[in-house]
């Protein structure tokens, strides 16, 4: 790496001063004000974000808890439906036994009578 040029002053021209090595007390309580901003500002961005993401955990507790209620109302017309199911089978079961039965009595009843018409 090749070493960094030198300015070399043009005739007319006043040469900037170099800056002091030390910084003087004025600039480091400017800097010390923006280090204590930024921090400020930095703090305030993570409380922000941490708000956001309260209300957005909120909200999706809140879906689940909708999906959840949703489900469970499903799976209780489900039962209730079986349970329907179940009673219109025993009654059709019923309902065949006594035609049945009702048909052994009535040909029991008049075994020469022709059927009536």
Do not use: N, W, Y
């Amino acid at each position: 790496m090749a070493p960094p040029k030198r300015r070399i002053p043009r005739p007319g021209v006043a040469a900037k001063p170099a800056r002091p090595a030390v910084a003087d007390a004025k600039s480091v309580r400017a800097l010390e004000r923006r280090i204590a901003r930024l921090e400020a500002a930095a703090a305030e961005v993570a409380a922000h974000h941490e708000r956001q993401l309260v209300a957005v955990r909120r909200a999706a507790d809140r879906r689940l808890t909708g999906m959840v209620r949703e489900i469970a109302a499903l799976r209780h017309h489900e039962a209730r439906a079986a349970g329907l199911e179940r009673l219109l089978a025993e009654r059709d079961a019923m309902i065949a036994r006594l035609t049945h039965r009702l048909a052994e009595l009535e040909g029991r009843a008049s075994p020469g009578a022709s059927a009536p018409t």
